[in-house]
């Protein structure tokens, strides 16, 4: 066996050490100075890794509030100090952006760094037991009784909820003997009012089973949350909170309200983790907004939620997105926010096509699309026959650059903010200006 010793952090808060072969490895839940006890196996022919039999810490960990942190797969950087976080996520990308195209995003910090998160998903398994899987091992999942990035509400609700499970565990699902039925439960709760729903994934088919109206009884007597809604999808799915929905109680959706705007958040759709976190980009986006254009661009659009906070300003709004039931919903709330203004929101795969988009030069685009990108085709329509303005919001600015080189050509950048709403892990979020150049 060997001892080596944390040399540094990666961007993704590992820990960066050289094996006995001289090779970099990375390592989580470490810090610069800890020593590793390794033993260099052999796993099959031609190929070794590096197996840890002790990590001494040469740190305290007393930042850090989760009792399951090192094991748990959710954070990774609660033992780093926030400011080191902030510089390890933010730099590379900061200085990418300069090196490659000559742009600088301002940096914003995010203020509460706990209890952020207004959706989490737990896995269910035998034992019973409800937690996150383990970070590099799907088949073990870290029980968890409270956690510290969720609200209190959310973490009353976990109690709540094993609880439940602790007197009917027959009801989860076991992926061995294909027993059972219950493989998630998603607990939902808005920042911004009281609204929260408990969303239970089950295994298709499962509704008919003799125990299940026992366990219904059980979740509507003991579980007070306003709303209960169970879902089915096929066994081998492990996607939670999608699925043919059961309305237990209450209704099969949340209330949230966002710069003075309501949203009604379907169970199944996505919807910003940390609205208040995302206020910076919000905001960035209002101060911006030119008030006298007269149609609105919303590609990506998802239930309208752009559409819904600056539809105010123009005479007319286009929206797209691929899933149906999302052109519905954002149909629906726009007509009821805006009734005296003309929309249209179209069902639309973006990857394949753009020739559904229309041209408008009074116009602003907002695009806020998937981790990967808008896609090359949107891009070269934005080079193209993109409108005055462009506000490029991603989730992920390493895809954000690249879609970037592939318009930048016919726009001049204003400026961007890089923000931070997803403390103790690597993710952030960016938004960038443009405005289209004229010759």
Sequence with gaps: ??????????????????????????????????????????????????????????????????????????????????????????????????????????PVPQVETYAYRSRMDFSVFPG????????????????????????????????????????????????????????????????????????FTFTEGYETDPKMQSFRNLCLSQLKQPSLLFCYNRPKSEVSAVGRPEILRGKDSFTEMVLGHRFEVPFDSFFQPNPNGFLPILNFIQERMTKDQSTLIDLFCGNGFFSLLYGEHFHHVDGYELTESSIVTASQLFQETYPNKSHAFQVANLFLSTDGLKKQENASLILDPPRAGAGKLVNHWIRDFGPE?????????????EDVTLFLSAYDYVDGILIDPYPHTPHTESVLFFRRKHK
């Design 128 to 199: 019973p037991i409800i937690g996150q899987r383990q970070r590099g091992n799907f088949r073990k999942v870290v029980p968890i009784k409270h956690c510290s990035i969720q609200s209190a509400w959310a973490n009353q609700a976990l109690q709540d909820v094993q609880s439940v499970l602790d007197q009917m565990p027959e009801v989860i699902w076991d992926r061995k003997s294909e027993v059972g039925g219950l493989k998630y439960l998603t607990i939902r709760k808005a920042q911004n009012t009281e609204d929260g729903i408990l969303i």
């Design 389 to 401: 303005f462009v506000f490029y919001v991603s989730c992920n600015p390493y895809s954000q650059k």
């Design 1 to 106: 066996m060997d001892k080596v010793k944390v040399e540094g952090l990666n961007s993704d808060f590992s820990g960066i050490v050289t094996a006995p072969n001289g090779k970099k490895v990375d390592i989580f839940f470490v810090h610069p100075g800890d020593e590793l006890v390794v033993e260099y196996v052999k796993r099959r022919p031609r190929q070794r890794s590096l197996k840890i039999h002790e990590i001494i810490r040469n740190h305290n960990w007393d930042l850090v509030k989760c009792d399951v942190f090192g094991n748990c797969g959710g954070c990774t950087g609660q033992h780093i100090p926030y400011e080191t976080q902030l510089e390890l996520k933010f730099q590379p990308i900061l200085q990418l952006f300069q090196k490659d195209l000559g742009i600088s995003l301002k």
